[in-house]
Protein backbone atom coordinates (compact mmCIF):
# COMPACT_ATOMS: atom_id res chain seq x y z
CA UNK A 1 0.00 0.00 0.00
CA UNK A 2 2.62 2.43 0.57
CA UNK A 3 4.74 2.30 -2.55
CA UNK A 4 3.16 4.66 -4.66
CA UNK A 5 2.96 7.65 -2.38
CA UNK A 6 6.46 6.87 -0.93
CA UNK A 7 7.73 5.72 -4.38
CA UNK A 8 7.00 9.06 -5.96
CA UNK A 9 7.02 12.85 -6.54
CA UNK A 10 8.10 15.02 -3.84
CA UNK A 11 8.44 12.29 -1.22
CA UNK A 12 10.61 10.31 -3.73
CA UNK A 13 12.87 13.16 -4.26
CA UNK A 14 12.99 14.30 -0.40
CA UNK A 15 14.48 10.48 0.18
CA UNK A 16 16.48 10.62 -2.90
CA UNK A 17 18.60 13.63 -1.49
CA UNK A 18 18.33 11.96 2.41
CA UNK A 19 16.08 14.87 3.32
CA UNK A 20 14.10 11.89 5.08
CA UNK A 21 13.76 8.51 5.55
CA UNK A 22 11.04 6.16 5.40
CA UNK A 23 11.15 2.70 6.35
CA UNK A 24 7.81 0.27 5.95
CA UNK A 25 7.53 -2.57 8.56
CA UNK A 26 5.39 -5.71 8.25
CA UNK A 27 3.92 -7.14 11.43
CA UNK A 28 4.10 -10.56 10.04
CA UNK A 29 7.82 -10.27 10.15
CA UNK A 30 7.80 -10.05 14.01
CA UNK A 31 5.46 -12.51 14.48
CA UNK A 32 6.25 -15.89 15.30
CA UNK A 33 4.70 -19.69 14.48
CA UNK A 34 4.37 -21.27 11.47
CA UNK A 35 1.81 -18.98 10.14
CA UNK A 36 2.77 -15.59 11.73
CA UNK A 37 -0.58 -14.50 12.44
CA UNK A 38 -0.69 -11.38 14.32
CA UNK A 39 -4.38 -10.94 15.26
CA UNK A 40 -6.98 -12.67 17.31
CA UNK A 41 -10.23 -13.05 18.16
CA UNK A 42 -11.07 -10.40 21.27
CA UNK A 43 -11.88 -11.55 24.62
CA UNK A 44 -15.24 -10.90 25.78
CA UNK A 45 -16.88 -11.59 21.66
CA UNK A 46 -17.82 -9.59 19.19
CA UNK A 47 -17.15 -9.05 15.63
CA UNK A 48 -13.64 -8.82 13.61
CA UNK A 49 -9.96 -9.49 14.80
CA UNK A 50 -7.78 -7.32 17.07
CA UNK A 51 -3.97 -7.08 16.63
CA UNK A 52 -1.99 -9.56 18.85
CA UNK A 53 0.10 -7.65 21.81
CA UNK A 54 3.41 -10.07 20.90
CA UNK A 55 3.88 -9.08 17.22
CA UNK A 56 3.36 -5.15 17.61
CA UNK A 57 5.86 -5.35 21.11
CA UNK A 58 8.73 -6.92 19.08
CA UNK A 59 8.07 -4.43 16.57
CA UNK A 60 8.34 -1.31 18.50
CA UNK A 61 11.22 -2.66 20.82
CA UNK A 62 12.90 -3.32 17.12
CA UNK A 63 12.13 -0.29 16.52
CA UNK A 64 13.52 1.46 20.12
CA UNK A 65 10.09 2.43 21.39
CA UNK A 66 9.93 2.48 25.14
CA UNK A 67 6.97 2.23 27.94
CA UNK A 68 5.41 6.16 28.53
CA UNK A 69 3.32 7.91 30.39
CA UNK A 70 0.42 9.23 27.86
CA UNK A 71 0.91 12.88 28.12
CA UNK A 72 -1.26 14.17 25.12
CA UNK A 73 -1.30 17.90 25.28
CA UNK A 74 1.36 17.95 28.15
CA UNK A 75 5.03 20.03 27.80
CA UNK A 76 6.83 17.42 27.42
CA UNK A 77 5.02 16.78 23.70
CA UNK A 78 7.19 19.73 22.75
CA UNK A 79 10.19 18.22 23.73
CA UNK A 80 13.12 16.67 21.27
CA UNK A 81 13.32 12.92 22.35
CA UNK A 82 16.31 10.60 21.76
CA UNK A 83 14.51 8.15 21.21
CA UNK A 84 11.15 7.35 18.75
CA UNK A 85 8.43 8.84 18.85
CA UNK A 86 5.66 6.64 18.78
CA UNK A 87 2.29 8.03 17.11
CA UNK A 88 -0.84 5.56 16.97
CA UNK A 89 -3.23 6.09 14.49
CA UNK A 90 -6.87 5.05 15.09
CA UNK A 91 -9.88 6.54 14.65
CA UNK A 92 -9.97 7.35 18.57
CA UNK A 93 -7.44 9.52 18.31
CA UNK A 94 -7.07 13.71 18.03
CA UNK A 95 -7.29 14.90 14.77
CA UNK A 96 -4.34 15.62 12.59
CA UNK A 97 -3.84 19.49 12.47
CA UNK A 98 -1.76 21.88 10.68
CA UNK A 99 0.09 22.61 14.20
CA UNK A 100 0.11 18.78 15.07
CA UNK A 101 2.22 18.59 11.83
CA UNK A 102 4.71 21.06 12.74
CA UNK A 103 5.53 19.98 16.15
CA UNK A 104 6.20 16.96 14.78
CA UNK A 105 9.04 17.85 12.72
CA UNK A 106 10.66 18.31 15.66
CA UNK A 107 10.88 15.28 16.57
CA UNK A 108 13.79 13.17 15.10
CA UNK A 109 12.37 9.95 14.70
CA UNK A 110 9.02 9.02 14.51
CA UNK A 111 7.11 5.58 14.55
CA UNK A 112 3.46 5.21 13.10
CA UNK A 113 1.60 2.69 14.40
CA UNK A 114 -1.16 1.68 12.48
CA UNK A 115 -4.57 0.02 14.09
CA UNK A 116 -6.37 -2.71 12.03
CA UNK A 117 -8.99 -4.30 11.87
CA UNK A 118 -10.89 -3.76 15.36
CA UNK A 119 -7.73 -1.78 16.69
CA UNK A 120 -4.91 -3.36 18.74
CA UNK A 121 -4.32 -4.55 22.09
CA UNK A 122 -4.92 -2.10 24.65
CA UNK A 123 -1.91 -2.91 26.21
CA UNK A 124 0.52 -1.83 23.49
CA UNK A 125 -1.18 1.68 24.49
CA UNK A 126 1.83 1.71 27.10
CA UNK A 127 4.41 2.39 24.04
CA UNK A 128 2.39 4.95 22.13
CA UNK A 129 3.33 8.61 23.05
CA UNK A 130 0.52 9.92 20.78
CA UNK A 131 -2.87 9.04 19.20
CA UNK A 132 -3.81 10.81 16.02
CA UNK A 133 -7.06 10.74 13.53
CA UNK A 134 -7.20 12.24 10.40
CA UNK A 135 -11.32 12.51 10.84
CA UNK A 136 -14.20 11.15 12.38
CA UNK A 137 -14.80 8.52 10.30
CA UNK A 138 -13.64 4.50 10.36
CA UNK A 139 -11.06 3.23 7.56
CA UNK A 140 -9.92 -0.06 7.06
CA UNK A 141 -6.66 0.55 8.74
CA UNK A 142 -4.37 2.90 9.66
CA UNK A 143 -1.84 2.47 6.29
CA UNK A 144 -3.76 5.84 4.73
CA UNK A 145 -3.77 7.73 7.92
CA UNK A 146 0.34 7.16 7.85
CA UNK A 147 0.74 8.24 4.87
CA UNK A 148 -1.32 11.25 5.29
CA UNK A 149 0.93 11.96 8.19
CA UNK A 150 3.88 11.24 6.72
CA UNK A 151 3.25 13.55 3.80
CA UNK A 152 2.24 16.48 6.11
CA UNK A 153 5.36 16.20 8.28
CA UNK A 154 8.05 15.32 5.59
CA UNK A 155 7.24 18.30 3.54
CA UNK A 156 7.57 20.80 6.42
CA UNK A 157 10.80 19.73 6.89
CA UNK A 158 13.47 22.11 5.20
CA UNK A 159 14.67 21.35 1.59
CA UNK A 160 11.95 18.91 0.68
CA UNK A 161 9.65 21.52 -0.88
CA UNK A 162 11.62 23.32 -3.62
CA UNK A 163 9.71 26.55 -2.50
CA UNK A 164 9.89 27.21 0.93
CA UNK A 165 7.60 30.28 0.40
CA UNK A 166 4.76 27.66 -0.52
CA UNK A 167 5.13 26.16 2.44
CA UNK A 168 4.74 29.26 4.34
CA UNK A 169 1.39 30.20 2.72
CA UNK A 170 -0.63 27.08 3.11
CA UNK A 171 -3.65 26.93 4.29
CA UNK A 172 -4.15 26.91 8.28
CA UNK A 173 -0.20 27.68 8.32
CA UNK A 174 -0.05 30.07 11.48
CA UNK A 175 -3.98 29.58 12.60
CA UNK A 176 -6.87 28.90 11.24
CA UNK A 177 -7.91 30.48 7.94
CA UNK A 178 -7.33 29.29 4.50
CA UNK A 179 -5.57 29.72 1.33
CA UNK A 180 -6.00 32.64 -1.08
CA UNK A 181 -7.37 32.16 -4.58
CA UNK A 182 -4.91 31.44 -7.03
CA UNK A 183 -4.93 31.60 -10.95
CA UNK A 184 -2.59 31.22 -13.80
CA UNK A 185 -1.84 32.08 -17.34
CA UNK A 186 -4.29 32.62 -19.70
CA UNK A 187 -5.13 35.66 -18.26
CA UNK A 188 -9.23 35.27 -20.01
CA UNK A 189 -10.21 31.98 -19.99
CA UNK A 190 -13.45 31.40 -21.84
CA UNK A 191 -14.55 34.46 -20.70
CA UNK A 192 -13.23 34.62 -17.43
CA UNK A 193 -10.62 36.74 -16.55
CA UNK A 194 -7.80 36.81 -13.77
CA UNK A 195 -8.79 39.65 -11.12
CA UNK A 196 -6.90 43.23 -12.13
CA UNK A 197 -5.03 43.60 -8.97
CA UNK A 198 -2.88 40.21 -9.96
CA UNK A 199 -2.00 41.96 -12.77
CA UNK A 200 -1.10 45.51 -11.39
CA UNK A 201 2.21 45.05 -9.65
CA UNK A 202 1.90 46.27 -7.18
CA UNK A 203 2.72 44.19 -4.45
CA UNK A 204 1.26 45.58 -1.52
CA UNK A 205 -2.50 45.71 -3.12
CA UNK A 206 -1.91 42.36 -4.28
CA UNK A 207 -1.02 41.38 -0.39
CA UNK A 208 -4.19 43.10 0.77
CA UNK A 209 -6.04 41.43 -1.75
CA UNK A 210 -4.60 38.06 -0.84
CA UNK A 211 -5.17 38.18 2.74
CA UNK A 212 -9.06 39.59 2.15
CA UNK A 213 -10.30 36.78 -0.18
CA UNK A 214 -8.02 34.14 2.26
CA UNK A 215 -10.62 35.26 4.56
CA UNK A 216 -13.09 35.34 2.63
CA UNK A 217 -12.78 32.19 1.68
CA UNK A 218 -12.94 30.72 4.79
CA UNK A 219 -15.93 32.56 6.14
CA UNK A 220 -17.77 30.78 2.79
CA UNK A 221 -16.08 27.50 3.28
CA UNK A 222 -15.02 26.80 6.44
CA UNK A 223 -17.12 29.13 8.71
CA UNK A 224 -16.44 26.64 11.51
CA UNK A 225 -13.03 27.89 11.47
CA UNK A 226 -13.68 31.43 12.28
CA UNK A 227 -16.32 30.44 15.30
CA UNK A 228 -12.86 28.82 17.04
CA UNK A 229 -10.97 32.07 16.04
CA UNK A 230 -13.02 34.85 15.25
CA UNK A 231 -12.02 37.66 13.12
CA UNK A 232 -10.25 40.55 14.67
CA UNK A 233 -11.34 43.97 13.89
CA UNK A 234 -8.64 44.60 11.59
CA UNK A 235 -9.41 41.21 9.31
CA UNK A 236 -12.83 42.94 9.29
CA UNK A 237 -11.60 46.41 8.02
CA UNK A 238 -9.68 44.57 5.61
CA UNK A 239 -12.35 42.78 4.13
CA UNK A 240 -14.50 46.05 3.67
CA UNK A 241 -11.96 48.00 2.34
CA UNK A 242 -10.37 45.96 -0.23
CA UNK A 243 -11.86 44.71 -4.21
CA UNK A 244 -12.25 41.31 -4.26
CA UNK A 245 -12.37 41.96 -8.19
Not at 13 to 29: E, K
Not at 116 to 134: C, K, N, P, Q, T
Request: glycine letters at 8%.
Amino acid sequence: MFQGPFRDSILKRAQARGLVRIAVHNLRDFASGRHRITDERPYGGGAGMVLKAEPVYQALRALGARPTVRAVGRARLQAVRPSPWCVYLSPQGRILTQATAERLTTQRWLILLCGHYEGLDERMLAFVDEELSIGDYVLTGGELPAMVLADAVARLLPGVVKEPASVAQDSFRGGLRLDYPQYTRPENWRGVKVPNVLLSGHHAQIARWRQATALLATRDKRPDLLERQPMTPQERRLLQGVSLR
